[in-house]
T-cell receptor, first 112, second 116 residues
C-alpha cells in the first residue's frame, strides 16, 4: 500500500540555521508533491508544489527538491525564524484535480 | 488569495444528535471539495471527495450514511455527522480546489467537534 514517511516527528533548530525536512514515499508514483504548513488548531496552508519533472522549486526562503528515483522530497527553510515554528506536511497526488495523500507531518521548532 | 471558511469553528453536542458543518469558498468557485478528519498529532485522513452536483465519493471505511455530504453549489459543501458518538470527536477540516488553479488545495480553518 502507499506509504508516506516524514523524517521525524519533531525537529528543533536554532534561529538563523537552515531547517531540512524529509518526505519519503513508497508504492507510489506521484505526479505532484506539495508542502503545507499547519499551525495548532488551524487548517493547513499551501506553501509549494513541485511536479515530477522538476528537480527543484524555490519561493523566498523556501526550497523544495523532488527526486523520483530516491522517492524523496527535501524541504528547506533557510535563515529560519521562530515564526517558522509549525507542523509541515507533505502531500502527494497523481493528477491536478485528484485527491492528495498526506504524510504525518514534522513539527519544527525554531529557538531564538 | 483563495479563502475557505468553515462554520462552526467549535461545537459541543450530546451523543445521538446530528451536527452540520459548512464549508464555503469565499472568493472562488470550487468544483471539488474534500473533507478530512484529524486526530491529535496525526495527519489528515481523507473522508470523502465532494463534487458539485453529484454524489460524494467516500474513502474506504468511512460510513456514507453517518457522514452525509452535500455539495449543492460551487461555493458550499456541508458535512453532517449523524447520530454523533464520543468516538466521532475530532478536528474536521475541509479543503477546496479552485477550478482555475487545480493543483492547490485551500483549507478551511477546521471545526473542533466534541461529542459528550
Amino acid at each position: 500500500s502507499q506509504k508516506i514517511e516524514q523524517n521525524s516527528e519533531a525537529l528543533n533548530i536554532q534561529e538563523g540555521k537552515t531547517a531540512t525536512l524529509t518526505c519519503n514515499y513508497t508504492n507510489y508514483s506521484p505526479a505532484y508533491l506539495q508542502w503545507y504548513r499547519q499551525d495548532p488548531g488551524r487548517g493547513p496552508v499551501f506553501l509549494l508544489l513541485i511536479r515530477e519533472n522538476e528537480k527543484e522549486k524555490r519561493k523566498e526562503r523556501l526550497k523544495v527538491t523532488f527526486d523520483t528515483t530516491l522517492k524523496q522530497s527535501l524541504f528547506h527553510i533557510t535563515a529560519s525564524q521562530p515564526a517558522d515554528s509549525a507542523t509541515y506536511l507533505c502531500a502527494l497526488s497523481n493528477t491536478n484535480a485528484g485527491k492528495s495523500t498526506f504524510g504525518d507531518g514534522t513539527t519544527l521548532t525554531v529557538k531564538p | 488569495g483563495a479563502v475557505v471558511s468553515q462554520h462552526p469553528s467549535r461545537v459541543i453536542c450530546k451523543s445521538g444528535t446530528s451536527v452540520k458543518i459548512e464549508c464555503r469558498s469565499l472568493d472562488f468557485q470550487a468544483t471539488t471539495m474534500f473533507w478530512y478528519r484529524q486526530f491529535p498529532k496525526q495527519s489528515l485522513m481523507l473522508m470523502a471527495t465532494s463534487n458539485e452536483g453529484s454524489k460524494a465519493t467516500y474513502e474506504q471505511g468511512v460510513e456514507k450514511d453517518k457522514f452525509l455530504i452535500n455539495h449543492a453549489s460551487l461555493t458550499l459543501s456541508t458535512l453532517t455527522v449523524t447520530s454523533a458518538h464520543p468516538e466521532d470527536s475530532s478536528f474536521y477540516i475541509c479543503s477546496a480546489r479552485d477550478q482555475e488553479v487545480l493543483h492547490e488545495q485551500f483549507f478551511g480553518p477546521g471545526t473542533r467537534l466534541t461529542v459528550l
